[in-house]
């Protein structure tokens, strides 16, 4: 089983910077793909960025290249997602994801049913 709890949400203005985090605790651990979604009232869930855990390779929604940053630390069981130059439409309750699933080394599921476990989600609000 996977455990996931998000932390570092919080509200900020336009132009700065946070960084979420995602705690992994697991009793088993393969590969995983990693991936932080978003969500605002009455929406479906948007992709925002993925990582391989082991090997490090990423992927991110366009919405967000060059401003957002997805990382892992392998020795505090920690996902990251650096947010730069946040804009208010970059408010939403994001979430981390994890999936064991294996994919084609440059294939990273973008759909919410790709990913199996999920974390409780930390709200990101950025005014202007």
């Known amino acids: 089983q996977v455990q996931l709890v998000e932390s570092g949400g919080g509200s900020v203005q336009t132009g700065e910077s946070l960084r979420l985090s995602c705690a992994v605790s697991?009793?088993?651990?393969?590969?995983?793909?990693m991936a932080w979604f978003r969500q605002t009232p009455g929406k479906e869930r948007e992709f925002v960025a993925a990582i391989r855990w082991s090997g490090g390779l990423t992927d991110y929604a366009d919405s967000v290249k060059g401003r957002f940053t997805i990382s892992t630390d392998n020795a505090k069981n920690t996902m990251y997602l650096q947010l730069i130059s946040v804009k208010p439409e970059d408010t939403a309750v994001y979430f981390c994801?994890?999936?064991?699933?294996?994919?084609?080394?440059?294939?990273?599921?973008?759909?919410?049913?790709?990913?199996?476990?999920w974390g409780q989600g930390t709200q990101v609000t950025v005014s202007s």
């Open positions: 697991r009793r088993t651990f393969s590969s995983p793909t």
């Open positions: 994801a994890a999936t064991m699933a294996s994919f084609a080394s440059n294939y990273f599921p973008k759909r919410e049913y790709d990913y199996v476990y």
